[in-house]
């Protein structure tokens, strides 16, 4: 799976206005500084997360960007795929809508599984969870995995 810069700059602009004190508004200068990301292309992205209800935007000069609703009702995958679209497709397809013959007849049961383990991860993790470093148990499990992130 990969993840683009889009949806690794939603999450993280996201976390940003999670851990805002009191929900308050904030500019999106602000945000992209805080997190290192490009002004114009965090302004798209706002732009994307807003029409998916996700954030909310306040006009005037103290206004910016808050979340549409508490943090720990916003799951990961819920801004993934504002900014993304689906979680886990195949050549733009979603898994249940592919079919396979022969000798990888099998091949649709791998993608469907991999649908499902994503969902169960990016499902589960709130930004709540995430500002907090406090993820779900089977999370950091899989976090902790010895070898999760080397290269095989």
Same mark, same amino acid.
């Given at each position: 799976m990969r993840v683009s810069a889009k949806a690794d700059y939603a999450v993280r602009a996201c976390a940003e206005l999670a851990a805002s004190p009191h929900g308050d508004p904030v500019p999106a200068d602000v945000l992209a500084a805080g997190q290192d990301i490009p002004t114009s292309f965090l302004e798209r992205i706002l732009g994307d997360l807003r029409r998916a209800g996700i954030v909310t935007s306040v006009r005037g000069r103290s206004g910016g960007y808050r979340l549409a609703r508490p943090a720990d009702q916003v799951t990961l995958a819920e801004v993934?795929? !504002?900014?993304?679209?689906?979680?886990?497709?195949?050549?733009?397809?979603?898994?249940?809508?592919?079919?396979?013959?022969?000798? !990888?007849a099998a091949l649709l049961d791998v993608w469907v599984a991999l649908r499902t383990s994503v969902r169960q991860v990016l499902d589960e993790v709130t930004l709540a969870s995430l500002v907090a470093r406090e993820l779900p148990a089977p999370v950091q499990a899989l976090a902790d995995t010895q070898g999760a992130w080397d290269n095989p």
């Open positions: 993934i795929r !504002a900014v993304d679209g689906p979680l886990v497709t195949v050549r733009d397809e979603r898994p249940p809508s592919l079919t396979y013959e022969g000798s !990888a």
